[in-house]
């Protein structure tokens, strides 16, 4: 058990030293927390190219890019799939607003949808705190 739990501190150090060289906050999915921190390199995140970047985090525009071209939430591959794929369930004209109306309707669809990926992330960060606080008195 020590064993594994010597080389579960040798990751995290390993993993706070590779951040660090990277030089600034690394990108972090809003609703999962993946950052994929083992796929980086010693560039910051401003320096890899474009594709690389889309390969580990992708902006996803919550109102759509017709409503609110400017606003995006960064999510991993997987949540920018969900989530885009919840947005392709709404009516057309929010998903395609020509109207002023339209573009309000879809920047309201999007707050509900950054709250429902705010949740989702609040989810999956108290299951790890559960999860950190069971072992931490496993250990006592």
Request: overall charge positive; hydrophobic content about 35%.
């Amino acid at each position: 058990m020590t064993t594994v739990r010597n080389a579960e501190r040798a990751r995290l150090i390993r993993q706070s030293r590779r951040r660090l060289r990277l030089g600034e906050p690394v990108p972090v999915c809003a609703t999962c927390g993946c950052d994929k921190v083992e796929t980086l390199t010693g560039v910051s995140w401003s320096e890899l190219p474009t594709w690389v970047q889309r390969k580990i985090i992708q902006r996803h525009h919550p109102a759509g890019r017709a409503a609110e071209p400017g606003w995006t939430v960064p999510l991993c591959l997987t949540c920018h799939a969900l989530a885009s794929e919840r947005q392709r369930d709404l009516p057309l004209e929010v998903r395609r607003p020509r109207t002023k109306r339209d573009r309000q309707r879809a920047l309201l669809h999007g707050v509900i949808d950054v709250l429902r990926i705010f949740e989702e992330g609040a989810r999956s960060a108290r299951a790890v705190v559960e999860r950190v606080i069971s072992e931490m008195e496993e250990e006592s």
